[in-house]
C-alpha cells in the first residue's frame, strides 16, 4: 500500500497561491490514480482534482481554471497548483490514491484506498 503525506498548505490572502506536494512512498504513483479532496469544518469530503495513470486531468466545477494537478514520477510527488484562492477554498486538503486505473477518475472519496493526514488551507478576506 502507497503512503502519503501533504505538504503546503497556510494561510493566504484572497486572491493568492499556494502549492501544495503530496510525496509517496512505498509504491509508484504511476501504477494509481491519485486525487485531491478537500473538506471543511462540518461539511462533506469534496473531491477537487485528479490525475490519471495516463496523466489526464479532470477538475471540480469550483475550482477548474484555477487550480492544476501534476505529477512528477521522478520524485513520486502530486501537486495541487492553486491561483485566485477565495475564502471558500478553505478547507483541509487530502491526497488519496486510488489504484483501479480508471480511464475516468472517481470523484467519490470511498473508492481511495490510501489518504494522508492533510494539509490545512486557510484564505482570509
Known amino acids: 500500500q502507497v503512503q502519503l503525506v501533504e505538504s503546503g498548505g497556510g494561510l493566504v490572502q484572497a486572491g493568492g497561491s499556494l502549492r501544495l506536494s ?5 509504491r509508484t504513483l504511476s501504477q494509481y490514480t491519485m486525487g485531491w479532496f478537500r473538506q471543511a469544518p462540518g461539511k462533506e469530503r469534496d473531491f477537487v482534482a485528479a490525475v490519471t495513470w495516463i496523466g489526464t486531468t479532470y477538475y471540480a466545477d ?10 512528477n514520477n521522478a ?22 490514491a486510488d489504484r483501479r486505473l480508471s480511464r475516468v477518475p472517481s470523484r467519490t472519496p470511498g473508492d481511495y484506498e490510501s489518504w494522508g493526514q492533510g494539509t490545512q488551507v486557510t484564505v482570509s478576506t
Open 22 to 26: 503530496c510525496a509517496a512512498s512505498g
Open 62 to 71: 469550483s475550482v477548474k481554471g484555477r487550480f492544476t494537478v501534476s505529477t
Open 75 to 96: 520524485k513520486n510527488t502530486v501537486y495541487l497548483q492553486m491561483n485566485r484562492l477565495n475564502p471558500d477554498d478553505t478547507a483541509r486538503y487530502y491526497c488519496a
